[in-house]
């Protein structure tokens, strides 16, 4: 059943600077109207706050949004009236997220019957670490390796379609969903405020995050890029029970105050209305192919028993080239850095086309981004490559190609007679290994051949006297540089194949 909720009218609306210390047109969260987080008896009277440089227009002050989504968590009672409010989580802990549709009747009626995606992202709310956000969720990374900032708790979750989580993005989850339907969505946070503090000598405060969550319908081409609503919530992390023990301890010191002190503060209500916010720029949910590893679809593809001719194999798809070119007009510049991963310097380089930004020199960079972003922006301005750990060359095995073989074992004589075996042309694809693992060499060689790694059962290494070597991780790390291999396979069953390397 879908909650209608009533906003304010303008003139209810108070000016405030709510978080001081969030640019938002920095983090690419967007410009909040500030949060808020209400009983359903409370909602009518509750003024929303926004910050002072609102990019959304302001007639959107009297507007009933087309969603609304209440996070099941309460809020803080020690903060202040104008202050934007604040919510305790515990870590790994399932938090329902009620996805509500507040349409009006007859608005939206396009995605009357149809499904939307909803992406939920948990970023920094402090601009002194929007600027350092890759390398803190790096550094994040390489301490927790295996783990995931955010998480979908998919057996509690209600009404959820198709969830996602792409592994190289660790603090982002997408799902589809239906609004004429009960959809609730339980989230896990397994990132603690306190790990992203400067200086760890125990009883530091942590940095607070924010919850934001963007929806989309459908284009003509069934793809989710038609923003329909974004709204976000700010949030801290505790240990487990930690959330509770916090929220204890604002409730004792708000039943301390006076009563004129306490009216200077908000109550805490049982549950967290994210508020409207600008969208996530929109370069970063562009791309709605599917993520790695969650329901790709591929097209199958025989390696056969050895005899397929190398002429006819099926390419795969060629890296698409993203450098800067001089004619990038600035529009296009913009969207660049936002795929670069440069998005808080996008305001700094709001009037800059292409060419502008080639002319910069390495110090130019590093004097306006400072030393890390700078270095890494130079470097993708002039489109430098990392070169790979490991480059190897491999040829499927053909009919041609073990004619070849057998008359490089003929008398010299006879092969002169035939006289064409060095006029056989074959095709090496080059695969560039980073991680330099078994498993790495399984989805190359898998994507060459647009196969799923699941149809590679065992890859093994031709030995001495014809033996098959399991490939093994050590094995290939000893590979030499720019080894040259033959690939013949056998099948196992009908789907599933071993590969050999010769």
């Not at 001081?20 to 009518?44: H, R």
């Not at 910050?51 to 087309?66: F, G, T």
């Not at 010191?253 to 306490?262: A, G, L, Y």
């Amino acid at each position: 059943m879908a909650w209608a909720l009533k906003l304010p009218l303008a003139d209810e609306v108070i000016e405030s600077g709510l978080v001081q210390d969030f640019d938002a047109s920095l983090s690419g969260i967007g410009q909040e109207l500030g949060a808020g987080a209400y009983s359903m008896s409370d909602v009518l009277a509750l003024p929303i706050f926004k910050q002072e440089e609102s990019s959304l227009p302001p007639d959107n002050e009297n507007e009933i949004l087309p969603f609304q989504y209440v996070l099941c968590a309460a809020t803080s009672p020690a903060v202040k009236l104008h202050d934007e409010t604040l919510t305790y989580l515990n870590q790994g802990q399932s938090y329902e997220i009620r996805m509500l549709d507040n349409r009006k009747l007859g608005e939206l009626p396009e995605i009357n019957g149809k499904l939307v995606k909803s992406i939920f992202r948990v970023v920094f709310h402090d601009r002194r670490l929007q600027y350092t956000e890759h390398q803190q969720l790096e550094g994040w990374r390489w301490n927790r390796p295996g783990d995931r900032i955010l998480d979908i708790d998919i057996p509690m979750s209600v009404g959820i379609i198709d969830p996602r989580a792409n592994p190289t993005q660790l603090n982002t989850v997408e799902f589809l969903w239906d609004p004429t339907k009960r959809t609730s969505v339980f989230i896990q946070v397994h990132c603690i405020s306190t790990e992203f503090t400067m200086r760890k000598h125990g009883g530091e405060k942590g940095v607070p995050f924010r919850v934001q969550i963007d929806t989309f319908k459908e284009n003509e081409n069934g793809e989710y890029t038609e923003h329909l609503h974004s709204a976000s919530c700010q949030i801290k992390v505790f240990k487990p029970k930690g959330a509770d023990r916090k929220q204890k301890t604002d409730r004792e010191k708000m039943e301390k105050r006076t009563p004129h002190e306490k009216e200077k503060y908000q109550p805490s209500y049982e549950t967290t209305i994210l508020t409207e916010c600008s969208p996530w720029p929109e370069i970063t949910y562009v791309n709605n192919s599917p993520s790695p590893g969650f329901n790709s679809s591929h097209s199958s593809f025989s390696l056969g028993e050895g005899n397929g001719s190398p002429n006819h194999q099926p390419e795969p798809p060629p890296p698409v080239s993203d450098n800067l070119l001089p004619t990038t007009t600035p529009q296009e510049a913009q969207q660049w850095l936002h795929r670069n991963r440069f998005s808080t310097f996008t305001r700094l380089f709001t009037n800059f086309s292409g060419a502008d930004l080639l002319k910069l020199t390495r110090d130019d960079v590093i004097q306006i981004c400072g030393p890390a972003d700078g270095i890494r922006l130079f470097n993708a301005l002039k489109g430098r490559m990392v070169r790979p750990r490991l480059t190897i060359y491999v040829c499927q095995e053909s009919v041609q190609l073990r004619e070849q073989q057998q008359q490089q074992q003929q008398p010299p004589q006879q092969k002169q007679e035939d006289g064409d075996s060095n006029g056989t042309f074959f095709v090496y694809h080059a695969i560039y290994l980073e991680e330099l693992t078994a498993v790495e060499l399984t989805e190359k060689i898998a994507q060459l051949f647009s196969i799923s790694p699941h149809q590679i059962s065992q890859i093994y290494k031709q030995g001495p006297t014809g033996i098959h070597v399991l490939i093994s991780d050590e094995m290939i790390q000893n590979f030499q540089e720019e080894a040259c291999f033959i690939l013949d396979t056998m099948k196992e069953t009908s789907d599933s194949y071993h590969v050999i390397l010769k």
